[in-house]
């Protein structure tokens, strides 16, 4: 069975400061993707990036950064120069490499940036 | 502009009732689905959909139940089966090729007393 696990229920910064949102997955498929959606109080869940299992390189999109690292089944978040607007519900999901496309959720991290 | 529409955003209905919630996308996604989510916790699958005409149960399927009779749109039933039907609901589609993303509904709040 897949299961994502966010161990950071709740993280509260000052703006400007730099955060990493933790995620870990479990799954015995070794063809995979990995996602991560934001979800701002409006409550739609906006897509951030997919990675799939075969590609470790980090990717840096703006103020956004992403760390894959399959030896410790992490893909973690990190936000550089945070601001107000960033705070949000941060979801990670897995998905299995079939056409069903299923995304197995975490329980979320809920980011508070304090002006 | 394509996207995913729900409605009603806020729904409120009294113990015992079956509830229709509106999903239709506008993307010519062939692949939907439907999530409930609750306070603190993540997204939980309840039914998704391929094509037309065929559905799969998900992980929360007990009290809910689905249609997919036009590609364009996936209605969830609450029924009065549904022990604890108050939740956030969130409709989601999906191309069946290539990309692998869901892309998301603004959601449906349910309450029911």
Known sequence: AQKVTQAQTEISVVEKEDVTLDCVYETRDTTYYLFWYKQPPSGELVFLIRRNSFDEQNEISGRYSWNFQKST??????????????????????????????????????????? | ??????????????????????????????????YRQDPGQ???????????????????????????????????TVTSAQKNPTAFYLCASRTGTGTYEQYFGPGTRLTVT
């Open chain 1, 73 to 115: 089944s992490s893909f973690n978040f990190t936000i550089t120069a945070s601001q107000v607007v960033d705070s949000a519900v941060y979801f990670c999901a897995l998905s299995d490499y079939t056409s069903y496309g299923k995304l197995t959720f975490g329980q979320g991290t809920i980011l508070t940036v304090h002006p």
């Open chain 2, 1 to 34: 502009d394509g996207g995913i529409t729900q409605s009603p955003k806020y729904l409120f209905r009294k113990e015992g009732q079956n509830v229709t919630l509106s999903c239709e996308q506008n993307l010519n996604h062939d692949a939907m689905y439907w």
């Open chain 2, 42 to 76: 993540g997204l939980r699958l309840i039914y998704y959909s391929q094509i037309v005409n065929d559905f799969q149960k998900g992980d929360i399927a007990e009290g809910y139940s689905v249609s997919r009779e036009k590609k364009e749109s996936f209605p969830l």
